[in-house]
């Protein structure tokens, strides 16, 4: 019983920012990786970042140098700071979360259910 709530998507025009954050609620014993990925229709739902416990990164190509991932582990939040937007970052923005539940003895994925952020040329 863990659920993904992410929140901070909307609409911005080419260069501004966003920061999305996403908390992770419920019977949680533990967290390992968490990321967010992004999905357009018609394509494959792709990684644009992720984040260890220990806080170790890794971007996708497209992302480096204008995305930031983050997380708090007190909160079980984790964060992803978009500056320098541009339009082909348009896209619904999802959360997952690598987690050990108090109900399950193995890790499990959870995601959350999205938001969708638009960038105007």
């Known amino acids: 019983q863990v659920r993904l709530v992410e929140s901070g998507g909307g609409l911005v025009q080419a260069g501004g920012s966003l920061k999305l954050s996403c908390a992770a609620f419920?019977?949680?014993?533990?967290?390992?990786?968490m990321g967010w990925y992004r999905q357009v229709p018609g394509k494959q739902r792709e990684l644009v970042a992720r984040?260890?416990?220990?806080?170790?990164?890794n971007y996708d190509n497209s992302v480096k140098g204008r995305f930031t991932i983050s997380r708090d582990n007190v909160k079980n939040t984790v964060y992803l700071q978009m500056n320098s937007l541009k339009p082909e970052d348009t896209a619904v923005y999802t959360c997952n979360a690598v987690a050990l539940s108090t109900q399950w003895g193995t890790r499990r994925d959870y995601w959350g259910q999205g938001t969708q952020v638009i960038v105007s040329s």
């Open positions: 419920g019977n949680i014993r533990s967290i390992d990786d």
């Open positions: 984040i260890t416990r220990g806080s170790t990164t």
